[in-house]
């Protein structure tokens, strides 16, 4: 999924978010309940698998956590909301979000 930064090499920690929440969803047994659990199982087999770097892999793990204090079942919507406050976009570019229109993501109405 993430192919933008070679094993070892920094990586954004919301473009790994993208391809944890990816994996937790594809490795769930219901992917309409997707649990903390799935999603931090997800992360450390993606960034074993990728040779993410400490610092990112934290981050993302930190984010993972804040995440996970919102009820709502919906991870792809909690992501959004996150970055929404961590990272505000200009009303150009959020039409234009690739994080926000994931192709046959699952768990998504």
């Known amino acids: 999924m993430l192919t933008s930064a070679p094993p070892g090499r920094a990586v954004d920690p919301w473009k790994l978010l993208l391809d944890v929440l990816g994996t937790a969803y594809?490795?769930?047994?219901?992917?309409?309940?997707?649990?903390?659990?799935?999603?931090?199982?997800?992360?450390?087999?993606?960034?074993?698998?990728?040779?993410?770097r400490r610092p990112v892999a934290d981050e993302a793990y930190r984010i993972v956590l804040r995440l996970s204090l919102d009820q709502d079942p919906d991870w792809w919507a909690k992501l959004d909301a996150e970055r929404e406050v961590s990272q505000p976009v200009p009303r150009a570019?959020?039409?234009c979000r690739p994080w926000a229109s994931i192709a046959g993501r699952a768990g998504s109405p």
């Open 93 to 95: 570019a959020a039409a």
């Open 26 to 52: 594809s490795r769930a047994s219901d992917p309409d309940q997707v649990q903390l659990l799935d999603v931090l199982k997800a992360h450390r087999r993606v960034c074993l698998a990728r040779a993410v």
